[in-house]
């Protein structure tokens, strides 16, 4: 299995400020994710992390809105600007490995104010 | 019609009883499926994957699958306190991500 840490684990937030959060996988995989979980609800794709090339976006989420970096095989980064309180949420970060498993980080819990 | 369906619950089963939680979902070429526990205030934690029709067992996890009927089960027999949680059912994407069904709450009573 992959072990994931995402940086920050929580953030209070201003409206009209943008957030970026990291993460780091302890071992190189083929795919990472971001995926979003509104309080009550189940997980949400918000894009594939792709290595050296664009984010591929899910319908609803758009680049402007949530850069995502992936610079090597093990970081990668999802930023949300320009940040309202609708943003409030957990943002997840998962890794896929042998057989398509995913394994996913601790989570960040954003609260806009 | 959503991709991947489950009961929300809560369902309730008393200490040492089996847990039978249920999925379908609608995409007939889905090759790939998953069980995730979540604690409440944690991340989704994997429980079991299955890839074949039939039955996969894991200790007290058993995973069913019926690609025929689209339709995945997760069973645990003798059922502790300590398994109460959200369990949500997971299939893989032709993208290769996951597509999440609402989860179903599971309560045991001690």
């Known amino acids: 299995s992959a072990v994931i840490s995402q940086k920050p684990s929580r953030d209070i937030c201003q409206r009209g400020t943008s957030l970026t959060i990291q993460c780091q996988v302890d071992?190189?995989?083929?795919?990472m994710f971001w995926y979003r979980q509104q309080p009550g609800q189940s997980l949400t794709l918000i894009a594939t992390?792709?290595?050296?090339?664009?984010?591929?976006?899910e319908s609803g989420f758009v680049i402007d809105k949530f850069p995502i970096s992936r610079p090597n095989l093990t970081f990668s980064t999802l930023t949300v600007s320009n940040m309202s309180p609708e943003d409030s949420s957990i943002y997840l970060c998962s890794a896929g490995t042998v057989q398509e498993t995913q394994y996913f980080g601790p989570g960040t819990r954003l609260l806009v104010l | 019609q959503k991709e991947v369906e489950q009961n929300s619950g809560p369902l309730s089963v008393p200490e040492g009883a089996i847990a039978s939680l249920n999925c379908t979902y609608s995409?007939?070429?889905?090759?790939?499926f998953f069980w995730y526990r979540q604690y409440s205030g944690k991340s989704p934690e994997l429980i079991m994957s299955?890839?074949?029709?039939g039955d996969k067992e894991d200790g007290r996890f058993t995973a069913q699958l019926n690609k025929a009927s689209q339709y995945v089960s997760l069973l645990i027999r003798d059922s502790q306190p300590s398994d109460s949680a959200t369990y949500l059912c997971?299939?893989?994407?032709?993208?290769?991500?996951?597509?999440f069904g609402s989860g179903t709450r599971l309560q045991v009573q001690p």
């Open positions: 995409d007939r070429v889905s090759q790939s």
């Open positions: 997971a299939v893989l994407t032709g993208r290769r991500a996951l597509t």
């Open positions: 071992s190189q995989v083929t795919m």
């Open positions: 992390a792709n290595q050296g090339s664009e984010a591929t976006y």
């Open positions: 299955i890839y074949s029709n």
